[in-house]
Nanobody, 119 residues
Framework: QVQLVESGGGLVQAGGSLRLSCAAS????????MAWYRQAPGKQRELVAS???????NYQDSAKGRFTISRDDYKTTLYLQMHALKPEDTAVYYC?????????????WGQGTQVSVSS
């Protein structure tokens, strides 16, 4: 069973930066995409940024220009560099890896890391 472990969260002042990491417990085959989601209290989980197997990236509008998603060459570690953080970025951030299995997609999730931005 693949395990994803996030790290790098914490408390930061508005305008500050954080870098989140997500390490997979093993090499994952047939990755369709990797992504960061977040969930704020009382809100639904939302996509922040994603990167496909060919390296194409996609960002939520609020993250564009401030966040950068990347991964290592072996696709075992996913990163989210966050700059110019705002209080509304406060949430638990989750790592996601989507794997293609025949005609199905299987999602793996990390346990989440808390990001808190003070004003």
């Amino acid at each position: 069973q693949v395990q994803l472990v996030e790290s790098g969260g914490g408390l930061v002042q508005a305008g500050g930066s954080l870098r989140l990491s997500c390490a997979a417990s093993e090499n994952i085959l047939d990755i369709n995409s990797m992504a960061w989601y977040r969930q704020a209290p009382g809100k639904q989980r939302e996509l922040v940024a994603s990167i496909t197997s060919d390296g194409s990236t996609n960002y939520q509008d609020s993250a564009k220009g401030r966040f950068t998603i990347s991964r290592d060459d072996y696709k075992t570690t996913l990163y989210l560099q966050m700059h110019a953080l705002k209080p509304e970025d406060t949430a638990v951030y989750y790592c996601n890896v989507r794997v293609r299995y025949r005609t199905l997609f299987i999602d793996y999730w990390g346990q989440g890391t808390q990001v808190s931005v003070s004003s």
